[in-house]
């Protein structure tokens, strides 16, 4: 087998994979970044609620134990309602709503900036299925097209929790469905 051959059989194993999940057109919140060199080995996906739920710093301990555990109860609850909501409301306003074409595997959308094929990105999305969360997903470039002047560029989910992808998943059938009930109404 020749070098064109094996690299032909390579791109259609990996097309196949990249189409391995359904996919679904709408309108939602995203921001992508270009990932810089130094970030690349220590990125992992996650949410901003996952962002919100770390660091609590101990009460002094009063005399009565009882009094002590409830306080700390409290306090940790309360710290992490005020978190939540400064995480979220930060998060949630600095992304602009785009056409994206997504599924579980990966997305297109019209991106800003210079991307190239093979940049690794950062995606913050959310979506509707998962109110004032923001999922950070880690993808590489597959592909940069020019339509009608503006950039549409395809990633792959590179760095991707599971729980992520099934709330994905999760997304684009309920999607699905929405636009299934639509076409019968017409």
């Given at each position: 087998m020749d070098e064109y051959e094996e690299n032909k059989g390579q791109e259609e194993i990996r097309y196949r994979s990249l189409r391995e999940y359904s996919r679904v057109d709408g309108y939602l919140p995203i921001d992508i970044r270009l990932l810089p060199e130094e970030e690349r080995l220590t990125v992992r996906s996650r949410t901003s609620l996952e962002n919100a739920l770390t660091e609590y710093e101990e009460l002094?301990?009063?005399?009565e134990k009882a009094l002590y555990d409830c306080l700390r109860i409290l306090n940790a609850k309360l710290d992490t309602l005020i978190k939540l909501?400064?995480?979220q409301a930060r998060d949630y306003c600095s992304l602009k709503h785009e056409e994206v074409n997504i599924s579980?595997?990966?997305l297109s959308t019209f991106a800003a900036g210079d991307l190239e094929q093979s940049d690794m990105v950062e995606i913050r999305l959310m979506l509707p299925t998962a109110p004032y969360i923001v999922f950070y997903i880690y993808g590489?470039?597959?592909g940069v097209e020019d339509v009608e002047g503006r950039k549409?560029?395809?990633?792959e989910f590179?760095?991707?929790?599971?729980?992520?992808?099934?709330?994905i998943v999760k997304y684009v059938f309920e999607r699905?469905?929405?636009?299934l009930r639509q076409k019968r109404r017409q």
């Open positions: 002094p301990e009063p005399h909501l400064a995480f579980a595997g990966g590489s470039v597959v549409l560029v395809s990633i590179t760095v991707i929790d599971e729980g992520i992808r099934e709330q699905q469905r929405e636009i």
